[in-house]
């Protein structure tokens, strides 16, 4: 690797520290606003923070272009790392917590949006800490380096690595729609309309504007943290029902939500499989819960309905927001609930999981399978949106699902080493893997991460940042191959 690489690759990383110093300085707002008496912490954490990111800037400014397409995945690594340790500075300056590492899991939690807390009772948090909560899933529920990419026209690096290296469950097959980060800048578009959309409307509910920027920009980026002890679960019918609408349309790709709302048509054909399977799965399993919940449960039609709905909701896409305590439901439900979050929404939006795409590749990889042994001889594509799935497109697909089920097996056992028990070990895996968040047991429904011992807590980091960058990026870091010269 080359000198000049590392240096570029440092520079980029004080630009995204000035970005994330600028975002603290946002949450003076409602410090002051509020009098809670962290106005001077924050502006220092942010005063920190933007120094840090400059001196790097200017230090390494002329350090424009990286050549090694390999750097794309060691910035991103390095630049979620990076962020994420600088975001545990409100946290810990403001004594929201003192211990590093319970900072470092809220603030991974985050930053990947994964959902998970550490805070038994965030109602009693200071308002700025509040709102850094809410702004570290806005910002890296979309993606931190998408951002960039949208916003910068020249990086000095291929756009695409660093779209694929980064980008949660990146839609490769619309790769020619990516020159000129074009793809990028309406997703976010579209990410920053959704945004100004549904904090109108929780307003026009009845809701606080305070409460709905938060409760927007958490289940806008599916992350699912709340300004709540209980999650939504105190919010009106009427306004659980937004979030969960709020929910559904960022699990869907935002490529196609784009070609919706300005009336292309024809250009949304090619991604209507996918729709159409994450439309079914969805309604199949709200019907599942909602029955379960009206005949085990003893809910009526009404609440579990609503229950229900807005639950599966935030399953599917990763969003974690609870209506309910989950831990006392159907142990069924509870199980469909969390195979939901590792399915997860479709490629190209918000959430985790596996994505849809994936899925339905998997599906039809088995079906495939099967009538092999029937017809040895034939030879039947397995096709998507149309297109014939390539082989590379198909192993890789394979590679991701048993790296992905390997590292959550990985994840039980490390935690149970670390002293947590199997059945919560077991959640924790997978809602930290997923990005879903809330877990089985004490972490999950209304419960927390607060009772994990320190080893669990940095296990259950290293399975968010695994998850969001959906192991591969991580995991090529560990090839010898990959720190030698060319």
Known sequence: MRSSDIKAVLRFIGILLVAEGGLMALCLV???????????????????????????????????????????????????????????????VTRAT????????EAMSGLTSAGGTIFDNVAALPASVLLWRSMMQWFGGFGIVLIVLALTPRLGINKYALYTAESSGADNTGRTTLRAGVAVRRTLGVYLSLTAVFIVLLWLSGMQIWDAVNLTFTNISTGGFSVNGDSIASLTAMQQYILAAAMFLSGINFMLLYLFFTFRWRQIGHKLEQ???????????????????????????????????????????????VVADTTTWWTPV?????????????????????????????????????????????????????????????????????????TMLLGVMALMLS??????????????????GPGLGASG?????????????WVCSLLMLLGRLECMTVLVLLLPRFWRRN
């Not at 509020?34 to 001196?55: R, Y």
């Not at 002293?419 to 895996?429: N, P, Y």
């Open 445 to 457: 429904g209304f419960g927390s991460y607060a009772a994990f011992p320190p080893a669990a807590m």
């Open 419 to 436: 002293g947590v028990d199997a059945t919560q070990s077991i959640g924790a895996s997978v809602g930290c893997l997923t990005g879903y």
């Open 30 to 92: 409602p410090a002051l606003h509020f009098a809670d008496g962290t106005a001077w912490h924050i502006a220092i954490c942010s005063a920190v923070t933007l120094l840090s990111g400059t001196a790097l800037w200017i230090a390494f400014g002329r350090y424009r272009t990286i050549i090694d397409r390999r750097m794309a995945y060691l910035l991103v690594v390095l630049l979620w790392l990076t962020l994420t340790l600088f975001a545990t500075l409100p946290l810990m």
């Open 334 to 406: 509870c199980f469909l609930l969390l195979m939901l979050s590792v399915c997860g929404g479709m490629a190209g939006s918000t959430s985790g999981g596996l994505k849809i795409m994936r899925v339905i590749i998997l599906l039809r990889n088995v079906r495939v399978t099967l009538n092999d042994r029937l017809h040895p001889s034939a030879v039947v594509p397995i096709r998507l949106n149309g297109t014939a799935v390539s082989t590379h497109m198909r192993s890789n697909v394979m590679i991701i699902f048993m790296v992905f089920g390997l």
């Open 275 to 321: 729709f159409s399977f994450y439309i079914v799965l969805c309604l199949l399993s709200v019907a599942f819960v909602v029955g379960a919940l009206h005949w085990h449960e003893g809910y009526g039609w009404d609440d579990a309905l609503r229950l229900g709905t807005v639950q599966t909701v935030s399953a599917l896409t990763t969003t974690g927001s």
């Open 98 to 105: 003192s211990s590093f590492t319970r900072a470092f899991f």
